[in-house]
């Protein structure tokens, strides 16, 4: 039985194929990011890999350079939604490139010719690449649907959901220009911008093949770029983003109940940043709340800058994973009485947990932050973990004091 290592940071997508390569009498085994990836081939020696290559910790590029010096090299199968990785993932190696959404069939027949001959047939890559491209066309035509349907109903003049989410993300983050984009014919609009350069301003339009968000709309998937200047795939080295200056780049669609992708929210800076996969998480959330919010007018955060009760656990999540990282963090969870506007934080969630309370969900270097002085006597509770060095413990005890 031949075993696939699944290199993917997406719990999701790692839960189906896992599910339908076993129907196909394939074992699987599965990593969450390169690194572990890597590790995985050591211990495992897969007969073939497939990996994905946009994931936060070690993209598919740098995990191809890398296995390439194993002494026992598996196959690897690349996939992504970006079309700009093709060629660089096949120099380094790769036997096949796969466009995201995969063919379940495409996808286990290419993995048995990866295993039988470590090679895959061009006709059918090039069958997929048609197909990939046939679908894309029917994705845009649904976004254009969804995005005059959201016209007419005059949704897309109301911004201020938008705008708080555009001011919320790099307080949050602690650098940086966060951009909300939407589709517009054959061009984007910029919704909402916080922290924007001079050359970028609400209701400023271009073309969408100029900027990042036309690839993270195209894929419908996370683009996470940390150098696009000097970027492997030259495609990602000459957009609008990099003449303003920007040396760092995150986008995640705005994807819509349906599925039609109708914009981005994006972080740019001038200098480059470490993005982990919790900080990507968080981005992700934020996109789909946005979507909902112009979908729906049902918006993750409040003119507070509280989050409804329902992003509590993502949150929760997420400190507990960046205070875990080595070196050490703290975590900080404070519940009081909901009170007027906060003062924002670097790594800063504030939730409206029902019942007259809130929580101050905060991850960072031990000592550099506290509850604000307005709180005063009115703290229901407080938890502060000064290390983490098991994650599960931790988040098990923060679910404790919020239950």
Same mark, same amino acid.
């Given at each position: 039985?031949?075993?696939?290592?699944?290199?993917?940071d997406?719990?999701?997508?790692?839960?189906?194929?896992?599910?339908?390569?076993?129907?196909?009498?394939?074992?699987?085994?599965?990593?969450?990011? *390169?690194?572990?990836?890597?590790?995985?081939?050591?211990?495992?020696?897969?007969?073939v890999?497939?990996?994905?290559?946009?994931?936060?910790?070690?993209?598919?590029?740098?995990?191809?350079?890398?296995?390439g010096?194993?002494? !026992?090299?598996? %196959?690897?199968?690349?996939?992504?939604?970006?079309?700009?990785?093709?060629?660089e993932?096949?120099?380094?190696?790769?036997?096949?490139?796969?466009?995201?959404?995969?063919?379940?069939?495409?996808?286990?027949? &290419?993995?048995?010719?990866?295993?039988?001959?470590?090679?895959?047939?061009?006709?059918?890559?090039?069958q997929?690449a048609?197909?990939?491209?046939?679908?894309?066309?029917?994705?845009?035509e649904?976004?254009?649907?969804?995005?005059?349907?959201?016209?007419?109903?005059?949704v897309?003049?109301?911004?201020?959901?938008?705008?708080?989410?555009?001011r919320?993300l790099?307080?949050?983050?602690?650098f *940086?220009?966060?951009?909300?984009?939407?589709?517009?014919?054959?061009?984007?609009?910029?919704?909402?911008?916080?922290n924007?350069?001079?050359?970028?301003?609400?209701?400023?339009?271009?073309?969408?093949?100029? &900027?990042?968000?036309?690839?993270?709309?195209t894929?419908g998937s996370t683009?996470v770029?940390?150098?696009?200047?000097?970027?492997?795939?030259?495609?990602?080295?000459?957009?609008?983003e990099?003449?303003?200056?920007?040396?760092?780049?995150?986008?995640t669609?705005l994807?819509?109940?349906? *599925?039609?992708?109708l914009?981005?929210?994006?972080?740019g800076?001038?200098?480059?940043?470490?993005?982990?996969?919790?900080?990507?998480?968080?981005?992700?959330?934020?996109?789909?709340?946005?979507?909902? *919010?112009?979908?729906?007018? !049902?918006?993750?955060?409040?003119?507070?800058?509280?989050?409804?009760?329902?992003?509590?656990?993502?949150? &929760?999540?997420a400190?507990?994973?960046?205070?875990?990282?080595?070196?050490?963090?703290?975590?900080?969870?404070?519940?009081?009485?909901?009170?007027?506007?906060?003062?924002?934080?670097?790594?800063?969630?504030?939730v409206?947990?029902g019942?007259?309370?809130?929580? +101050? +969900?905060? !991850?960072?270097?031990?000592?550099?932050w506290?509850? %604000?002085?307005?709180?005063?006597?009115?703290?229901?509770?407080?938890?502060?973990?000064?290390?983490?060095?098991?994650?599960?413990?931790?988040?098990?005890?923060?679910?404790?004091?919020?239950?």
């Open positions: 039985m031949a075993l696939v290592l699944i290199v993917d997406s719990e999701d997508l790692q839960e189906t194929l896992q599910m339908v390569l076993a129907d196909e009498g394939f074992e699987v085994a599965g990593a969450l990011d *390169g690194q572990r990836g890597l590790q995985l081939v050591r211990e495992l020696h897969p007969d890999v497939l990996l994905d290559m946009m994931m936060p910790e070690m993209d598919g590029l740098e995990f191809l350079s890398r296995v010096s194993e002494p !026992s090299r598996p %196959p690897v199968v690349a996939n992504s939604g970006f079309d700009a990785y093709r060629d993932a096949l120099r380094r190696g790769a036997v096949g490139f796969l466009r995201k959404p995969l063919s379940m069939e495409t996808l286990v027949r &290419v993995l048995r010719s990866a295993v039988e001959e470590h090679a895959v047939p061009a006709a059918v890559l090039a997929d048609a197909s990939a491209e046939q679908e894309r066309r029917r994705a845009l649904e976004s254009y649907r969804a995005v005059a349907q959201l016209d007419e109903r005059g897309l003049n109301s911004r201020e959901g938008l705008r708080r989410i555009a919320w790099p307080a949050y983050f602690g *940086g220009t966060c951009l909300v984009h939407i589709l517009r014919d054959k061009d984007v609009c910029i919704a909402a911008v916080h924007g350069p001079a050359q970028f301003y609400e209701g400023l339009q271009y073309p969408r093949d100029t &900027v990042y968000c036309d690839d993270v709309m894929a683009l770029l940390t150098d696009p200047e000097h970027h492997p795939a030259e495609h990602f080295s000459h957009h609008i990099i003449a303003a200056g920007y040396r760092f780049y995150v986008g669609p994807t819509l109940s349906g *599925g039609a992708v914009g981005t929210l994006c972080l800076d001038t200098i480059a940043h470490e993005f982990h996969t919790e900080d990507m998480r968080v981005l992700q959330l934020l996109g789909r709340g946005a979507a909902r *919010g112009l979908e729906l007018d !049902s918006w993750p955060l409040d003119e507070y800058g509280f989050f409804e009760s329902g992003y509590c656990q993502p949150f &929760v999540d400190i507990v994973e960046r205070a875990a990282r080595p070196g050490g963090a703290g975590v900080v969870l404070t519940i009081a009485p909901p009170c007027g506007p906060l003062p924002q934080a670097k790594g800063l969630a504030v409206r947990l019942e007259g309370r809130m929580a +101050l +969900l905060w !991850s960072g270097k031990p000592g550099t506290s509850p %604000p002085e307005a709180l005063g006597q009115r703290v229901l509770g407080r938890f502060e973990l000064s290390e983490v060095r098991d994650g599960k413990a931790a988040r098990a005890r923060v679910q404790a004091i919020l239950s």
